[in-house]
């Protein structure tokens, strides 16, 4: 089955810093990848995902990138503010037969105004 | 709010004892999955179902159980509990059971055993 790896499993920064966080994928057949955000006792809510007939997508401050020949795809988050302060997920899926979304470990991101 | 609704929020219980967690998808969504997050935790998979049937199953215990229902609503069953069963249990849903569709959680009924 599909396994996924995130790091770090904790990054802290300054507010106005970016912030990237990498995960990486087993399954070669992989073609969906969201990611997920969670603040502190909420659910997780989808911020951004990328498909793999592309190599980047960007949503205002936020940018996931897609290397599937390395299978690993980062978000990019810029001019970070508190507010970006959550666990953030990774996750990778496929298409065609029964699949379910693997998610990574978590990355904790605390910004520091 | 995701459309996804899950109840009770909060659960506290005994050891031994055994709990229901419900779950009303989003409408229209088929697919229906159940993850476990522990302290410090990432998001386990425990088990989908489709249209009713059960579609694929992840680290689920023998002691938890699950069923979609013909109104697609979910229950996922925790029995014989233990005290390293205290974990937030979330339910997504998404249309379809593939493809590169988004899976919408809901809030998560928080699930402590004493």
């Known amino acids: 089955g599909e396994n996924v790896e995130q790091h770090p499993s904790t990054l802290s920064v300054q507010e106005g810093d970016s912030a990237v966080i990498k995960c990486t994928y087993s399954d070669s057949a992989s073609n969906y990848f969201p990611w997920y955000k969670q603040e502190l006792g909420k659910r997780p809510q989808l911020i951004i995902d990328?498909?793999?007939?592309?190599g980047e997508k960007k949503d205002q401050r936020i940018a996931v990138t897609l290397n599937k020949t390395a299978k690993h795809f980062s978000l990019h988050i810029t001019e970070t503010q508190p507010e970006d302060s959550a666990v953030y997920f990774c996750a990778a899926r496929r298409s065609g037969g029964s699949y379910i979304p693997t998610f990574g470990r978590g990355t904790s991101l605390i910004v520091h105004p | 709010d995701s459309g996804v609704t899950q109840t009770p929020k909060h659960l506290i219980t005994a050891t031994g004892q055994r709990v229901t967690l419900r779950c009303s998808p989003r409408?229209?969504?088929?697919?229906v999955y159940w993850y476990q997050q522990s302290l410090d935790q990432g998001l386990q998979f425990l088990i989908q179902y489709y249209n009713g049937e059960e579609r694929a199953k992840g680290n689920i215990l023998e002691r938890f159980s699950a069923q979609q229902f013909p109104d697609l609503h979910s229950e996922l069953n925790l029995s014989s509990l233990e005290l390293g069963d205290s974990a937030l249990y979330f339910c997504?849903?998404?249309?379809?059971?593939?493809?590169?569709?988004?899976?919408?959680f809901g809030q998560g009924t928080r699930l402590t055993v004493v």
């Open positions: 997504a849903s998404s249309v379809m059971d593939r493809g590169n569709t988004e899976a919408f």
């Open positions: 409408s229209g969504d088929l697919s």
């Open positions: 990328i498909r793999s007939n592309v």
